[in-house]
């Protein structure tokens, strides 16, 4: 059974339900329950119509490793990560794992520490190009080190090189 069908049904039965209720707290508590249903499945599909969202569920199904699902999902993505370089004399270790970053090798810089990409995954719960889209003043993770608050704007992509002697 298709979603969209599914979702009309059930908002045409809840139409018929609200008519006849006389209006309480409670059907409006329902009401707002099914409109945030509503604005959740909108926000989270705003440009695709339930039939061709429902397509596209179709042909990923049949082949997943297809190129096209790869560059439909990253379309609305803003890649905008930008590896600055950092200089060092030593080769710095990772902050959480305490192993060495190597030369060339990519990193992210927050204030004093630096940490691998799989260590800033692993407290962000995402990946670097999901963290660079969010607001600057969101608050990531409880930096371990300190145990203060990260926000967005404290993070740094960084590419490491080691100085030339």
Avoid: C
Wanted: charged content about 25%.
């Amino acid at each position: 059974m298709r979603l969209h069908s599914r979702f009309s049904r059930v908002r045409a039965r809840w139409d018929n339900i609200r008519r006849n209720i006389p209006k309480t707290r409670s059907v409006f508590s329902l009401n707002s329950k099914f409109r945030r249903v509503y604005v959740n499945l909108k926000r989270r599909f705003p440009q695709l119509p339930m039939e061709s969202y429902m397509h596209l569920t179709k042909l990923y199904k049949n082949d997943p490793r297809s190129i096209v699902h790869k560059n439909i999902n990253n379309k609305y993505l803003s890649r905008t990560v930008t590896w600055n370089p950092h200089h060092v004399n030593n080769l710095p270790t990772d902050a959480v794992t305490l192993n060495i970053i190597n030369d060339g090798d990519k990193a992210i810089k927050i204030n004093k520490s630096i940490y691998s990409l799989q260590s800033f995954r692993n407290l962000a719960r995402g990946s670097i190009f999901n963290v660079a889209n969010y607001h600057g003043n969101s608050i990531l993770f409880i930096d371990p080190l300190t145990m203060r608050p990260v926000r967005r704007s404290q993070i740094q992509p960084v590419k490491i090189f080691k100085k030339k002697i």
